[in-house]
């Protein structure tokens, strides 16, 4: 994990959270699916993140991508 992504087992069940908050990265990702912008996060939601704990949360998902094995199984004709 990066400095500003956190895990502890006993705040928010373990799932990775913004350092410093009760702010679960999932929450954060929502928003910007949703199409909101990191102001709007700030702004409505989340006035204590800054543009870098969002940017993190991003890195944070891509992290986990890039970190994924892929492994294939091979079709199988009916």
């Not at 350092?19 to 699916?33: D, F, P, Y």
């Not at 944070?60 to 079709?75: G, K």
């Amino acid at each position: 994990m990066n400095q500003r992504v956190v895990s502890h087992p006993n705040i928010l069940h373990g799932k990775p959270r913004i350092r410093g908050t009760r702010i679960a990265v999932s929450m954060v990702l929502e928003l910007i699916e949703a199409g909101i912008t990191f102001a709007e996060i700030q702004d409505k939601y989340y006035p204590q993140l800054s543009d870098d704990d969002i940017k993190a949360c991003i890195t944070y998902a891509r992290q986990l991508v890039d970190e994924e094995e892929i492994h294939f199984v091979p079709e199988v004709e009916a």
